[in-house]
């Protein structure tokens, strides 16, 4: 049976600035399981990117809990962390991230190199650019690639590994909105026919809306965590506050004043 993939517990990540901080995840509580297909959304600064850092194992966290696979990776080292982003997850990055002296299939056969040796390398990034629709493009440079055909390269390049997990930052921030919805596809089927669990971090409702479940964030905070199938996912799509028991801190705040006036 499926399991919890990736499990976050008061996870929170502050900068110092002098005397001041930016709680940029703030105690965040957070549990995925394996085949989700899920978006984080929220504005700017609420913290989406930072989290999905700290899920991927990219920063550590200055306080709280992160399991992967039902084992905690806090106190876990530099070369221990490697291992599990190279084994257990893969990124697709809003920038691509591709190396533009290599063609798509060395894109795609980087991550290998920092692994075990497998035979049948080229194979399986074949196999992988085929399933993306780019098996005619497979020796063409980034620069002879559209945006979203090396967005694609980029998912393929996630999936060489066979990640548990993949986590896409804005995927579709400098797509249109055609290659975007076919982007969203590709992701929804490969979610639907290998189990691969998705993460999307996004501001794009439209491509939030086609997962299965929606966390928004503000402030470093869970405001807003709601399945397809449950009452307010249309709300949390919006950014409109929740009434599913995760409220914005200014509500909590509102609330909290309001109960001390009725107590008196």
């Known amino acids: ?37 899920m978006a984080i959304m929220g504005r700017s ?15 550590r966290p200055t306080s709280g809990q992160l399991a992967i696979d039902g084992r905690s990776v806090i106190g876990a080292s530099d070369a221990q962390l490697a291992t599990i982003r190279r084994e257990r997850i893969g990124f697709v990055f809003q920038e691509f991230n591709l190396i533009p002296t290599m063609t798509a299939m060395e894109n795609v056969l980087l991550p290998l190199r920092y692994g075990p040796r497998r035979r049948d390398a080229r194979r399986r990034a074949g ?27 980029a998912i393929a390049r996630a999936l060489v590994n066979d990640p548990a997990v993949v986590l896409a930052d804005e995927p579709t921030g400098e797509l249109d909105s055609a290659t975007s919805e076919r982007l969203i596809t590709t992701l929804r089927e490969l979610n639907g026919e290998r189990g691969v669990t998705i993460v999307i971090v996004t501001h794009d409702a439209g491509v939030a809306g086609a997962t299965d479940r929606v966390v928004r964030l503000q402030d470093g905070r869970v405001i807003a965590d709601v399945r397809r199938d449950g009452r307010g996912f249309e709300r949390a799509l919006r950014g409109e506050p929740s009434t599913n028991g995760h409220r914005p801190r200014v509500w909590a705040r509102l609330g909290e004043l309001l109960d001390r006036a009725r107590s008196r």
């Open 1 to 37: 049976m499926p399991g919890t993939i990736l499990q976050a517990t008061e996870l929170a990540k502050i900068y110092r600035r002098g005397t001041s901080e930016v709680r940029a995840v703030d105690g965040i509580s957070l549990q995925v399981e394996a085949g989700e297909f």
């Open 45 to 59: 600064g609420s913290g989406k990117t930072t989290l999905l850092d700290l899920l991927g194992c990219l920063l």
């Open 127 to 153: 196999e992988l650019l085929e399933l993306v629709g780019l098996r005619d493009r497979v020796n063409h440079r980034p620069t002879e690639l559209s945006g979203g055909e090396q967005q694609r390269v």
